[in-house]
């Protein structure tokens, strides 16, 4: 073995659902809207750690422009945040969430795009969102590792300035 070979990862593993995908499944034809988005009710997402079930809890219920996820009554809390992303540019906003096992305090991230879908195909089903979180890549997180999501139209409009002046 080479004595730089990298045999375990290094560093935490983002909660990132792609990861159940294996090398012989498409991604577009495995997260077809069809199968994601299918009206078949939607599963659990109760919190996945006590760190997020104590933020949820500091966090209260949303009050309409914000979407604290809630798991009592799911496809309601679902609709609210499907609503939400559709009100703002692709989905633009800030998601509070927690990252990966043991991330220590939740964080409130920048979302290029963020869009909720009801079913996961590939392992356990369970909610979960599209996300472009800050500038790094598209990643499928859980619901069970969200605590809330806010839309903010700038958050959009920031990147696409930012973006904008890296080209010039």
């Known amino acids: 073995m080479h004595p730089y070979a990298e045999t375990a990862p290094a560093g ?22 069809g199968v994601v988005d ?8 109760a919190a996945g750690g006590e760190v997020v079930a104590l933020a949820r809890r500091a966090a209260g219920a ?5 979407w604290v996820a809630g798991d009592h009554d ?5 609709a609210a945040l499907a609503a939400l992303a559709a009100a703002s540019e692709d989905g633009s906003g800030w998601l509070e969430w927690e ?9 409130d991230e920048p ?4 869009a909720p879908h009801r079913h996961f195909p590939a392992g356990p089903d369970e909610p979960w969102v599209s996300a472009a979180i800050g500038g790094g890549r598209i990643l499928a997180v ?13 958050v959009r409009r920031r990147w696409n300035e ?5 080209l010039l």
Do not use: K
């Open 38 to 45: 299918a009206l078949a009710p939607v599963g659990s997402f």
């Open 142 to 154: 859980p619901l069970r590792f969200a605590v809330s999501y806010r839309p903010d139209p700038g």
């Open 62 to 66: 949303g009050d309409g422009s914000v």
């Open 12 to 33: 935490p593993q983002v909660h990132d659902l792609t990861r159940r995908l294996t090398g012989d499944d498409e991604p577009w034809a495995v997260l077809a809207p």
């Open 99 to 107: 990252p990966f096992e043991g991330a220590g305090p939740i964080r």
């Open 162 to 166: 930012a973006f904008e002046n890296l």
């Open 74 to 78: 799911r496809e309601r809390s679902f």
């Open 111 to 114: 979302v290029v795009h963020l």
